[in-house]
């Protein structure tokens, strides 16, 4: 009997909104990892339409070594508090979906002190024949010396149909991922990773429909999100942010200007209404806007801006996803 249906059947069973796995997983080694997976992440709620920006785990082996982690039902990475020690690991993973997920929340992205990460997508804490959650068999190899790809490649092949992608980094920096064959099938997958000289990424990712581009090509646009955060160096994409109040500028069309770290320092709009609004959150610059520096256009948005109008004055609001915007440079 042919089961060509059951690519369909999950499809359809995300896009009603019953499907309840994890939606998108990260692992980053390098400098500043946690900065690299939450910008990425953040792409994702930005850019992205579906089950994001609920419920979030992030996990980091610190600069000892020492497996620590956070987590929080709602509000995605913006209502991530994160340590600032944290800046100093060197291996951090996230995972991330809609709100309200089964506590312990660790149970979807579990860590070893000194060994390594699990995270992944759809239900990495399936549990395998042998009656240990996925996830935490690969990061049980991984202590044993396994590399995370044949750790990953050794599970995976031992639950073919299992709803589960699963990406592993152990301490030493290196990543390994891979879908089941079952979630291979569906037609809404994302993917993209990168590992140069120590430092580099892997993601996974699906049923997140981006406003900007299909789920396959949406991955390698957060990919390049981390990667820039990674390396500190310009990508394709950037996160351009509203971090204080900016004067707001009526003008013949609408610009969007930034200083040399990608704050926004000034806001001009052709709309009349946002001059009339009083102490109101409104959409202050939406895409495909123009993002300019010194004059020079270097951009555009592709994604929407959100800020409370007082006194001629774009103000920030308080969460990130509503204070960022998500720009194609030019």
């Not at 610059?285 to 300019?292: E, F, G, H, L, R």
């Not at 256009?297 to 007082?310: E, H, K, S």
Request: with cysteine; charged share 20%.
């Amino acid at each position: 009997m042919r089961c060509d249906w059951l690519v369909t059947s999950g499809s359809q069973a995300t896009a009603s909104g019953l499907d309840d796995g994890m939606t998108i997983g990260i692992a980053c080694v390098g400098d500043d990892p946690v900065a690299a997976v939450t910008a990425a992440v953040l792409g994702a709620e930005l850019a992205g339409r579906g089950a994001i920006g609920g419920f979030a785990v992030l996990a980091v082996l610190d600069a000892a070594g020492e497996f620590h982690h956070i987590g929080v039902q709602t509000g995605g990475v913006s209502a991530l508090v994160i340590p600032p020690a944290w800046a100093s690991a060197k291996v951090a993973a996230l995972i991330s979906s809609g709100p309200d997920r089964p506590e312990p929340l660790i149970q979807f992205l579990p860590g070893k002190s000194g060994h390594g990460l699990v995270t992944g997508h759809r239900l990495p804490n399936t549990i395998g024949a042998d009656g240990i959650a996925l996830n935490i068999a690969a990061l049980r190899l991984i202590e044993t010396g396994r590399a995370p790809q044949d750790a990953v490649d050794d599970v995976l092949q031992s639950a073919l149909e299992a709803d589960a992608g699963l990406i592993a980094v152990n301490s030493g920096g290196t990543i390994g991922f891979a879908n089941s064959a079952r979630v291979a099938r569906r037609p809404d997958l994302g993917a993209a990773d990168r590992l140069e000289h120590g430092r580099g990424y892997a993601l996974l990712h699906n049923s997140i429909f981006g406003n900007v581009a299909s789920c396959a090509a949406l991955a390698p646009i957060l990919g390049d999100l981390a990667w820039a955060s990674l390396t500190n160096t310009p990508g394709d994409h950037a996160l351009v942010r509203l971090e204080q109040p900016v004067p707001l500028h009526a003008s013949d069309c609408d610009r969007v200007q930034i200083d040399d770290e990608d704050r926004i320092v000034a806001i001009e709009s052709a709309n009349p209404a946002l001059f009339a609004a009083t102490d109101a959150s409104r959409t202050v610059a939406a895409a495909p806007t123009m993002i300019v520096r010194d004059g020079q256009r270097v951009g555009a948005a592709m994604t929407d801006l959100y800020a409370r109008i007082a006194d001629g004055s774009a103000h920030p609001l308080e969460r990130r996803v509503d204070r960022t915007v998500l720009m194609r440079r030019q």
